[in-house]
């Protein structure tokens, strides 16, 4: 992306970051980024952000965090930095440190454990803010409740809305599903049939339609679902030119680990953008029980 990433006005958050620290005075604080942030422009911006925590009182710690080791149904890779108080109130050094995260295995899957119990959707179909009743009791979803994704209050959900996918894109979507089904292989733009093909650039994207793993864990959710769902192939068993879309709004923030009784306000394009900034919660969560476990054992 050349110049328009180092132009980006949202290289400059992490001083806004630091400020909310020196006014709040956390005695520890968590920040959430891209893999990219320890080589921007040559690694200057996260040495700039080490050197203002410090400055502010604080030391710090970065480590990528892969979110299908810790309880989500997502290949996600963020880098997770961490930091504390050098000093207590009293002067005294402190001894919090960066949370121990144990690895887990995961032995879900996406589409049995995950989307089973939501209604069938077609490409168009659903309401923003319709009640959508669940097809199967939470006994059989043992991830779900696990997760606390879905819990006993409520017996429906909303926001399993579909995008609609005109017939071109469908018909990629099938070839994509089969080839993906039969053969575990993705789609290469550049190979699908040319009377398909709507895109100039043959060479890089190649895997602009990439079909949700429904056997395993689904590739990382980004802000650009928001502009389209090609990328986010509902993993329909069965797939034919009627029956094939990209996958909800609801179905997404499954992916991210939202709790089904979270409502993301806005348009359609703004949950999906919503959801791919987020850090997943079950992660978020994950995190936060190892600092207050820190907190009650140091005090």
Not at 129 to 158: A, G, H, W
Not at 213 to 230: E, F, L, N
Request: charged letters at 30%.
């Amino acid at each position: 992306m050349g110049k328009a990433v180092e132009e980006d006005p949202r290289n400059e958050l992490y001083k806004f970051y630091v400020k909310f620290l020196e006014r709040y005075q956390p005695k520890m604080f968590v920040f959430e980024n891209v893999l990219g942030i320890r080589t921007a422009k040559n690694g200057e911006p996260l040495k700039d952000l080490i050197r203002l925590v410090e400055q502010a009182g604080y030391k710090m710690e970065l480590k990528v965090q892969t979110a299908s080791e810790h309880g989500v149904l997502q290949h996600r890779q963020r880098v997770i930095i961490v930091g504390w108080k050098v000093k207590d109130e009293n002067g005294n050094p402190t001894i919090y440190h960066y949370p121990e995260l144990k690895i887990e295995k995961n032995g879900y899957e996406v589409l049995k454990d995950l989307f089973s119990d939501l209604p069938e959707r077609k490409s168009g179909e659903g309401k923003l803010c319709e009640p959508v009743k669940y097809t199967k009791p939470l006994d059989q979803m043992e991830y779900l409740k696990k997760s606390k994704i879905r819990n006993n209050d409520f017996d429906f959900t909303t926001q399993h809305i579909a995008r609609p996918n005109n017939e071109n894109d469908r018909e990629i979507y099938k070839m994509a599903l089969e080839m993906w089904l039969n053969d575990r292989k993705r789609t290469d733009y550049s190979k699908i049939p040319p009377r398909l093909q709507r895109h100039k650039n043959r060479e890089t994207c190649l895997n602009r339609f990439t079909v949700v793993d429904p056997y395993g864990c689904c590739h990382t959710v980004v802000a650009h679902i928001a502009i389209d769902g090609h990328y986010y192939i509902y993993p329909t068993i069965n797939p034919t030119l009627e029956n094939v879309r990209s996958i909800t709004i609801r179905e997404a923030a499954r992916i991210q680990s939202f709790s089904d009784d979270y409502y993301f306000e806005g348009s359609r394009s703004a949950a999906f953008r919503q959801i791919g900034n987020a850090v997943p919660v079950v992660l978020a969560h994950k995190i936060a029980e190892e600092l207050k476990e820190q907190f009650y054992g140091l005090q």
